[in-house]
């Protein structure tokens, strides 16, 4: 039952509001009592919430509002989904306990899926490592005010790296009260809480959320099967209190959670947002000591191995391009294309991206060119750089769908090096192509029903909180031409 308490000894909102999932009528929203961010055993008990949805900023027009329980088993967070609204409209919402009341956020119904729309504004973000920069990208993502942010993973990092400039409140991320710790510490930044209170989210997780390179049936070094087993739970059920997805997405018994899903709006844009972390394969080629080098050069070939696991392979082939949107957007966690580093004068390729699952990849991509839909586009995230081209099987052959890989809200980069050898390795693939991993920042997306502008928006310098974004160049793909135009 609820506690009934009146009144909290410090403001719970501390973490902010956010919201999620949009459909044509409704959406998640979320937020968590946290009057103590960084201790999770403060408040006992289920505590009620009251939630309000406004037509008008000032409150004035309520359009529906209710209860929900925070519960004590979930870090005290609520996640709320509301129906019953009108398609693509905007609507305000807040919340309140006792004598709280939280942030006003601002969401978005989608459009009826099939109706007329012609066009979106969206910004991808991915690779915010809290501890090495500031979030300055999240302001002007704020200050864009896009209708809907997609995240493509490394929401938060398990561990600071090294010179941090924001101290973490645990030395690492691993177990249920310091993966909360380490969200939490991520929602106090004011930008990210602007961004989130601006517009509806969609997410999808990569590797850090849990542990670098983690992947289904191996067991990193440090922990027996069972301490990961139950670290691996911890991280899922810490990301789920602090995201807003709905109810549907909490951990199972077993600790798995479902979070791949489609999101269309109107007969413009179907995004199929896909896992590529829990059910990969493990990296091929361990060494002596059980684990696989970064960068590797052997055989990866087999048919068995798989970056998405067959139950979400068979429901992308099922549901691709179903909706007939003019844009399909396959939105999940890396780089489609191959790049392919010189080691001692011998060619390795990453052991942790697609290059690493060939048979997987090549069928994403027979799938992908079956079915022959214009304003297809892959986007990823996790290299720490923007890159964007057309999409191949091999250098000679036309490009049949497009990439945009959308670079880091603060996670290095590798600069100078990393930016000529990669840069060299593109232009060798013979097509338009653009590449930056020496700055920081987040796409901002127009989409139109035969463009989509890409606009590449750059942070100059992560380490001063107050650095505001500017324009680094602006991406064109065109509908009917698959690369940069």
């Known amino acids: 039952m609820p506690s009934g308490r009146a009144c909290f000894d410090a403001y719970?909102?501390?973490l902010g509001v956010a919201s999620g999932d949009p459909l044509a009528d409704g959406f998640v929203l979320w937020t968590r009592l946290a009057p103590a961010p960084f201790e999770d055993d403060v408040l006992q008990g289920d505590i009620a919430v009251g939630w309000e949805v406004s037509e008008t900023e000032d409150f004035s027009r309520i359009a529906a509002s209710g209860r929900a329980l925070a519960r004590s088993a979930f870090a005290h967070s609520v996640h709320v989904e509301v129906g019953g609204l009108r398609p693509s409209r905007d609507y305000f919402y807040r919340f309140h306990t006792g004598d709280a009341v939280s942030p006003t956020g601002r969401t978005r119904t989608s459009p009826v899926i099939g109706s007329p729309l012609d066009q979106l504004r969206f910004a991808v973000a991915s690779c915010q490592s809290y501890s090495v920069g500031?979030?300055?990208a999240y302001r002007?993502?704020?200050e864009q005010a896009p209708d809907l942010i997609l995240h493509v993973g490394d929401y938060i990092y398990e561990t600071p790296w090294t010179m941090p400039v924001r101290r973490m409140p645990a030395p690492e991320a691993n177990n249920l009260k310091s993966y909360r710790a380490y969200h939490a510490a991520a929602k106090t930044d004011p930008h990210l809480q602007a961004a989130h209170a601006v517009a509806p989210w969609l997410v999808i997780w990569d590797d850090h959320e849990v542990?670098?390179?983690?992947?289904d049936g191996h067991t990193p070094e440090g922990h027996t099967a069972t301490s990961w087993a139950a670290r691996r739970c911890a991280a899922y059920q810490a990301y789920y209190e602090h995201m807003p997805i709905r109810r549907r997405s909490r951990p199972a018994h077993d600790g798995s959670m479902q979070l791949y899903q489609r999101a269309v709006f109107g007969d413009l844009a179907q995004f199929d947002l896909l896992d590529t972390r829990q059910y990969r394969s493990d990296h091929p080629c361990r060494g002596p000591d059980g684990?696989?080098?970064?960068?590797?050069t052997c055989d990866a070939s087999d048919p068995a191995r798989t970056m998405l696991g067959q139950t979400q392979e068979t429901w992308l082939g099922r549901g691709f391009g179903v909706s007939g949107a003019a844009w399909n957007f396959i939105t999940q966690t890396t780089q489609m294309t191959s790049?392919?580093?010189t080691i001692?004068?011998?060619?390795?390729?990453?052991?942790?991206?697609?290059?690493?699952?060939p048979a997987a990849r090549a069928r994403l991509f027979d799938l992908v060119k079956s079915r022959g839909l214009p304003g297809t586009v892959f986007l990823g995230g996790d290299i720490h750089a923007f890159y964007a081209s057309g999409l191949s099987d091999a250098a000679s052959s036309e490009p049949f769908a497009s990439e945009l890989v959308v670079g880091a809200i603060s996670s290095g980069g590798g600069g100078d090096a990393r930016h000529a050898a990669e840069s060299a390795f593109y232009q060798s693939l013979a097509q338009p192509f653009f590449f930056e991993n020496r700055r920081n920042g987040y796409l901002l997306c127009d989409l139109s029903r035969q463009c989509l502008d890409a606009n590449v928006r750059i942070v100059d310098n992560v380490l001063d909180p107050d650095a505001m974004a500017r324009s680094e160049q602006v991406l064109r793909l065109s509908r009917d031409r698959p690369g940069i135009t």
Not at 347 to 357: E, G, I, K, Q, V
């Open 12 to 14: 719970p909102f501390t």
């Open 134 to 136: 500031y979030y300055g």
């Open 140 to 142: 002007d993502m704020a």
């Open 211 to 215: 542990v670098n390179d983690y992947r």
């Open 291 to 296: 684990e696989t080098p970064s960068w590797v």
């Open 339 to 341: 790049y392919l580093r």
């Open 344 to 357: 001692e004068g011998a060619p390795h390729y990453s052991s942790d991206r697609w290059t690493a699952y």
